[in-house]
T-cell receptor
Framework: GQQVMQIPQYQHVQEGEDFTTYCNSS?????IQWYKQRPGGHPVFLIQ?????EVKKQKRLTFQFGEAKKNSSLHITATQTTDVGTYFC???????????FGAGTRLAVHP | DAGVIQSPRHEVTEMGQEVTLRCKPI?????LFWYRQTMMRGLELLIY????????DSGMPEDRFSAKMPNASFSTLKIQPSEPRDSAVYFC???????????FGSGTQLSVL
């Protein structure tokens, strides 16, 4: 079935370093969404990308949607301890309305 | 708005018992999702509803699991009989429509002993 793959599974960084997580789908996605889950919390929506090649920024976070609409990335510049959590990408398998989540990338930031 | 409300927050039960998880979506949202989260399997979609109608339950693990949405403001996920491997955090989420963002509840931490 349709899958959304996400790497890496886990990343350790020193505060101030950059961080990137990658998301790949086996099929073309009509859109892709990104969520953040703090430890002990629930996923919270960050952003949605719809257009091929789209790039969106939220302060230190940069989101990209691939030209083929099969991959996406989230880049955090100069990480802070508040960035700690698990970042998920999620997309609807082609022709369906449900939202499938990637495995997530857990980010640890050391001060 | 109070957001998506789930109850109970924590549930500890013994193997073989029936468990019922509850969810109240955000008013005006017409889609509701049930997810299960474990370390091993991540966030798995169990079932989702559009306008109170179950659309896709292919993620429901087996016949022990059932979900209902009798009206637009309430949904239940029932496990009968429960097993230790059902231990997980169960999230309910809702959205206004297709392609829109999901709003998650705080989840129910289920432990089956």
């Amino acid at each position: 079935g349709q899958q959304v793959m996400q790497i890496p599974q886990y990343q350790h960084v020193q505060e101030g370093e950059d961080f990137t997580t990658y998301c790949n789908s086996s099929t073309t996605l009509s859109n892709i969404q990104w969520y953040k889950q703090r430890p002990g919390g629930h996923p919270v929506f960050l952003i949605q990308l719809v257009k091929s090649g789209e790039v969106k920024k939220q302060k230190r976070l940069t989101f990209q949607f691939g030209e083929a609409k099969k991959n996406s990335s989230l880049h955090i510049t100069a990480t802070q301890t508040t960035d700690v959590g698990t970042y998920f990408c999620a997309g609807p398998p082609g022709g369906y309305n449900k939202l499938i989540f990637g495995a997530g990338t857990r980010l640890a930031v050391h001060p | 708005d109070a957001g998506v409300i789930q109850s109970p927050r924590h549930e500890v039960t013994e193997m073989g018992q029936e468990v019922t998880l509850r969810c109240k979506p955000i008013s005006g949202h017409n889609s509701l999702f049930w997810y299960r989260q474990t370390m091993m399997r991540g966030l798995e979609l169990l079932i989702y509803f559009n306008n109170n109608v179950p659309i896709d339950d292919s993620g429901m693990p087996e016949d022990r699991f059932s979900a209902k949405m009798p009206n637009a403001s309430f949904s239940t996920l029932k496990i009968q009989p429960s097993e230790p491997r059902d231990s997980a955090v169960y999230f309910c989420a809702s959205r206004t429509g297709v392609g829109e963002k999901l709003f998650f509840g705080s989840g129910t931490q289920l432990s089956v002993l």
